[in-house]
């Protein structure tokens, strides 16, 4: 009986640039060149070419994740090409780890080769103090600049008496004509595609009355 000869493990490059000004083929030398000193062979390279603050669908990062099986590799230039902050790539790196998925970062000089490697435990436990240090500071941040806001003496949050966009604005003329012509609000609400209760907010906010009661 002839056996089904089992699919070899793959080895994948992920190479992402901000902007047309960059070049992918900086990233992609660097990494064949790591895959030739060390006998590696690339088996894809998914090159994006977008900014990080784009979905990880838009980055190709879904793709991505759901191509890799344990056992395959993944090789990046740098950790920040993965995500657009510290919690995002400390998301994928763990998620590669459980998934014995080995990730290789090479500006950083980072080989995780799974969640038995005691290596890539110490690693993952560091990434993790680390986004948490980032959110800590960020937080800290936030808080001072509002505090300096408010010693200035500026009002922070909306202005009294002042009110968000609404779908309906523009629509005022007509909802006071249907009001006129003692549509019941229920209907109105139907007319220009809103709740009862968000039109009646809307006329509250813009003051949009009968002009004759």
Known sequence: MTKIKAEQNRVIAYVRVSTDDQDTNKQRFEILDYAHRNRMSITEFIVVEISSR?????????????????????????????GRSIPEVIGLVNSLVERNV????????????????????????????????????????????????????KTLGRPKGSHGKSKLDGREDEIRMLLEKRVAKAAIARIVGISREGLIKFMKSRKVYRNNP
């Open 102 to 153: 080995r990730m290789i970062a090479l500006k950083q000089s980072i080989d995780l080769k799974g969640k038995h490697d005691t290596t890539s435990k110490v690693m993952v436990t560091i990434f993790s103090l680390l986004a948490e240090l980032e959110r800590d500071l960020v937080s800290q941040r936030t808080k001072a600049a509002l505090a300096l806001l408010k010693a200035s003496g």
């Open 54 to 82: 784009k979905t990880a669908k838009e980055r190709r990062i879904e793709e991505l994740m759901s191509k890799l099986a344990p056992g395959d590799t993944l090789i990046i230039s740098e950790l920040s090409r993965l």
